[in-house]
């Protein structure tokens, strides 16, 4: 608050001062050469595809296991976004189905690193590099995760970060974009701008996706505890895991080997067709619940409308037995075990 204010007093409070300061402090947390902050995170992923060339009549394979946003912003480019199954114990977007979708109309993968849990990005990686294909990265939800000892936002040639008040960490609203190459580092800030290369010179076609000082503000106190917010989340992720594994008909998350999962979501498996009442049970006893996501993109009303189908039974599985249930840094001993108790007790009546 005292941040806020004291951008409000300086009176500038468009980009400026604070949105550089923290572009240059979060690229020095990921270690890239760049950052680019913008409007929020659908734009950041909006200005990513724009940089590397993606238009009309292009493809990229992406998750349908995932928030909108995530291919509603190749539909803003023109290109076509192509849905591939997920991992069933990650819900993370699966190579292999990535290599068999791979057409010469493919320009670019866009993994999302759900949940807090990076995709497995070794394999992906090397799918691009052997058809020439561009990676971006949908880090919405991943601050701070880490794949085999190496940050997300590192692996892509584009990164994009979320900063919406749900996240790991908030500039209230916002987005940022990683990267170490220069040409789409000045093709972004150009982009983001109105297509600006200077005050009143507009070299391309851009748009007014940026950051206000305000929202930066906000985001360079709060990167400064996201390892603390990050570390607690974990050990409620722990916790939380250690007590639900003796609970039948409940499924807790899958952390894959070599990852850093910083648990943007705490999200179970409910077996036997019971998500629906189990979450009805929690929310009637004060637990608040999220289902993340309750059907594939695909099956949004706007893309069976545009005439998208997609066999991706793993995701149609996770999206009816996937919940959510509070994992965020707040929670006590106290609200965990009354979350473990309630869950026991919902095993008993309903799951068993």
Request: glycine content about 6%.
């Amino acid at each position: 608050m005292k941040e806020v204010e004291a951008v409000l007093k300086s009176g500038f409070i468009a980009q400026g001062p604070k949105v550089a300061e923290f572009e240059e402090k979060f690229a020095e947390y990921i270690g890239t050469k760049h950052a680019i902050a913008t409007s929020s995170g659908t734009t950041a992923l909006h200005v990513a595809l724009l940089c590397t060339g993606i238009g009309k009549g292009d493809e990229v394979i992406t998750t349908p296991f995932s928030f909108a946003a995530t291919a509603n912003t190749i539909l803003y480019t023109g290109a076509k976004p192509v849905f591939v199954d997920i991992d069933p114990k990650t819900y993370n977007i699966s190579p292999e189905k990535i290599k068999e979708a791979v057409t010469r109309k493919t320009k670019a993968i866009m993994p999302v690193h759900l949940y807090g849990q990076p995709a497995d990005m070794g394999p992906i990686n090397k799918i691009a590099e052997e058809n020439n294909l561009k990676v971006i990265e949908d880090a919405a939800q991943a601050h701070g995760a880490i794949y085999k000892k190496i940050n997300v936002g590192l692996w892509g040639d584009m990164a994009c970060f979320s900063f919406y008040p749900t996240k790991n960490i908030t500039t209230s609203e916002g987005g940022i974009i990683t990267t170490n190459n220069n040409e789409f580092n000045h093709d972004a800030r150009a982009l983001r701008a109105h297509g600006e290369s200077e005050r009143y010179e507009h070299v391309i076609l851009g748009y007014n996706f940026r950051m206000t000082d305000i929202a930066a503000a906000i985001g360079v106190v709060q990167l400064k505890r996201l390892d603390e917010f990050n570390a607690k989340r974990i050990e409620n992720a722990e916790y939380l895991t250690e007590h639900i594994n003796t609970i039948d008909g409940i499924e807790p998350p899958y952390v894959a080997e070599n990852v850093k999962h910083v648990f943007h979501q705490y999200t179970i498996r409910v077996k036997n067709g019971k998500r629906d009442e189990l979450r009805e049970f929690l929310n009637n006893e004060g637990i608040g619940t999220g289902i993340h996501y309750p059907r594939p993109i695909y099956k949004q009303k706007l893309y069976e409308d545009l005439g998208f189908t997609a066999n991706c039974v793993e995701a149609e599985k996770a999206a009816s037995e996937v919940l959510s249930i509070p994992v965020n840094p707040a929670l006590t001993v106290e609200n965990l075990n009354e979350i473990v108790s309630v869950l026991e007790d919902a095993s008993d009546r309903i799951l068993s």
